[in-house]
């Protein structure tokens, strides 16, 4: 793969304080390095708003043609989402490929889609970021050969005209509400079921998948890169009192999301929604980690899920220099690679669990083997006697509010 000289250009509004400014940009280089472009320099403009035709001033734009030139600048990657207008005058002032955030993290998310949904929900993303942009973008579209900002759908189909573009679109939405159709069946039975389920949401890069795969001895993809998770993945996890939970490894998530890759990936997030309880797994090490929280709490907002449990997972601990003051309660202090943090992990997940479900006793049959595992596997057994004169098991714990084997 041919790497790509990288120029990256941000406005510094009023409102926004340097600190804030300088690690958006550096969360622009990580996506610019995940996404294989090598970038060479960053520019900065303090501007009351960004300029309406240009994104930076006319005497910045000469500098930058400058870099340009001296650099071997390929590509141009603006720190906020531009207009048509933006992109296209820029593109005509500069001469080199010009993108936006969004479509950055839209073209890694085209790189690490690899299941059929997936792929379909960054296809239909893409489309919809790129539809009120297609006027006059006939010279950028000319010479998609290839390169950051043009995979996915844009190696091939982007060049085509808004109605065949608006046809593909349905056809897209179509075939993923079968894909839906599809997890909401799979979710309706493991409710049936009455399997306790869990999600792990958190910042991208803040280890959900080191601790999902240890786990659950799973394999999904870790890698130190942003949004090395794209296609949300469901394993088992046995707990100490043998409670056996599905537990759900999300994508990351991240400020400035593009709407239309929300939009397209709500159906994924429905698992988070569809939870009993979630891991926020934060990185304790990351400077800006209480921006990264702020980020995914609102998010979680957005999806109608901040009534749920959380449980705050502080991960890296190993890593950390200073003492960590918790930015949220309840929480835990971990690394993901330890095993005895992670069973530290498993029991105070039990702990919560208990305060909020229901106390049981129950007297079940020795014969009856089956309604025993049942109770096993799906509460919180605290105390099981065996009353051999009766043949009886004396067992009690916690269930889930409601469930069914409370009534059995």
């Known amino acids: 793969m041919v790497i790509e000289n990288v120029l990256i250009i941000a406005v510094q509004s009023k409102t926004a304080d340097d600190v804030e400014i300088n690690y958006s940009v550096e969360e622009l280089v990580s996506l610019t390095n995940t996404a294989k472009g090598e970038v060479k320099q960053t520019i900065i403009q303090k501007r009351e708003h960004p300029h309406p035709a240009l994104y930076v001033g006319k005497g910045k734009l000469e500098e930058i043609q400058e870099i340009i030139e001296s650099d071997e600048i390929d590509l141009v990657i603006a720190n906020d989402e531009l207009t048509a207008t933006q992109m296209r005058n820029l593109q005509q002032h500069l001469d080199v490929r010009v993108i936006d955030r969004s479509q ?3 073209d890694i998310f085209a790189q690490r889609a690899h299941t059929k949904e997936g792929k379909l929900q960054v296809e239909l993303a893409q489309y919809q970021y790129m539809l009120p942009r297609l006027h006059g973008q006939g010279q950028q579209l000319s010479r998609l050969g290839g390169g950051i900002g043009t995979r996915g759908p844009g190696e091939t189909k982007l060049e085509s005209d808004r109605r065949h573009i608006n046809r593909r679109i ?3 939405k179509r075939q993923l509400e079968a894909v839906v159709n599809q997890r909401d069946q799979y979710r309706k039975r493991r409710k049936r079921n009455r399997v306790t389920q869990i999600a792990i949401v958190g910042y991208t890069n803040a280890g959900k998948s080191t601790l ?6 799973s394999d999904s993809l870790e890698e130190d890169q942003l949004f090395a ?10 707990f100490p009192s043998g409670l056996q939970a599905i537990i759900t490894d999300t994508v990351g998530f991240m400020q400035d999301l593009p709407t239309a890759l929300i939009a397209a990936f709500r159906s994924t997030l429905e698992e988070v929604k569809e939870a009993d309880f979630i891991f926020h797994v934060v990185d304790s ?16 907002s957005e999806l109608d899920a901040d009534h749920l ?3 705050t997972i502080y991960n890296k601990n190993d890593l950390l220099s200073e003492d960590l003051i918790p930015f949220s309660q309840p929480s835990i202090m971990i690394s993901a690679f330890n095993q005895s943090d992670r069973l530290r992990l498993l029991k105070e997940t039990e702990k919560t669990l208990i305060e909020r479900w229901e106390f049981f006793y129950k007297v079940i049959q020795a014969s009856n083997g089956k309604l025993l595992q049942l109770f096993r596997q799906q509460t919180i057994i605290q105390d099981q006697t065996f009353d051999s004169e009766n043949e009886v098991y004396i067992v009690q714990g916690y269930a889930p509010n409601g469930h069914p084997l409370l009534y059995d």
């Open 285 to 300: 090490t990351h400077p800006d980690k209480e921006q990264h929280q702020q980020t995914v709490l609102r998010l979680l």
């Open 212 to 217: 999902f795969n240890r786990l659950t001895q």
């Open 309 to 311: 449990p959380i449980l």
């Open 104 to 106: 950055l993290i839209l």
């Open 170 to 172: 349905n056809e897209v």
């Open 229 to 238: 998770t794209l296609d949300p993945m469901s394993r088992q996890v046995k």
